[in-house]
């Protein structure tokens, strides 16, 4: 996933953490819908490492590290297309075992 942080900037003209969230949120909500079962966010924690320059293109990567019956964990990085680690997230997840609607 990617994400132009330059349209949702805070007042000193960088990426607004909100910004930044939404974008570690959507790959959140990506991965842990791959079995093709409903899940949702029980906890997600966030640290960010840096700001982003002006007009950088942020991109964000889930991976899931643990799984039981009705949860699972994953780490999430977001960096820039320099290689710079922007924030980092471990986010839990509540597997509901019901079926996603619209697949």
Known sequence: MTYDPARQS???????????????????ETAA????????AMNVNVTY????????RLWAEARRVAQTKRTAT?????????????????ALAFRTGK?????
């Open 10 to 28: 805070n007042i000193y003209d960088r990426a607004h953490g909100g910004a930044v969230f939404g974008l570690i949120d959507e790959a959140f």
């Open 33 to 40: 819908q791959t079995d093709g079962t409903v899940a949702v």
């Open 49 to 56: 490492i840096a700001s982003p320059e002006p007009g950088a």
């Open 74 to 90: 994953y780490d999430i990085r977001v960096g820039d297309a320099d290689g710079r680690l922007i924030a980092v997230c471990q």
């Open 99 to 103: 079926p996603i609607p619209f697949l």
